[in-house]
């Protein structure tokens, strides 16, 4: 749902971002018309954005970006959905029914 959205309307709402970072409505208008947005996966949030103080060993005076990685919405939302899923069903699984809990079960399905 969220590519056919971005599909849709990203190309009238937002100008290019090659190289840049997009506007939200520019004042030229966006860079396609409807239907002809691209589908934005790839997000970049660098947190903290400096440089090392000078008198840091070894790092002192060079560039630091803190949570440097790009990263797709789409494979995370994945993995930390199959995260979740293993960790249920494992405690799921460890879960043994006891002869008490089956009978309880098999009363319960023939009334």
């Not at 506007?23 to 947190?47: I, N, R």
């Not at 993995?79 to 043994?96: M, Q």
Request: proline share 5%; aromatic share 18%.
């Amino acid at each position: 749902m969220g590519n056919i959205l971005d599909c849709l309307f990203y190309g009238i709402i937002f100008n290019d971002s090659t190289g840049q970072i997009a506007s939200l409505f520019p004042a030229g208008g966006g860079y396609g018309t409807f239907f002809y947005g691209k589908v934005v996966d790839m997000l970049y949030f660098p947190l903290i954005d400096t440089r090392w103080p000078d008198w840091i060993p070894f790092v002192g005076g060079d560039h630091f970006v803190f949570f440097r990685p790009v990263f797709n919405m789409a494979d995370s939302a994945i993995t930390v959905g199959i995260i979740i899923l293993l960790l249920f069903y494992r405690r799921d699984l460890s879960e043994v029914p006891t002869s008490e809990e089956k009978e309880t079960v098999v009363d319960s399905t023939d009334k």
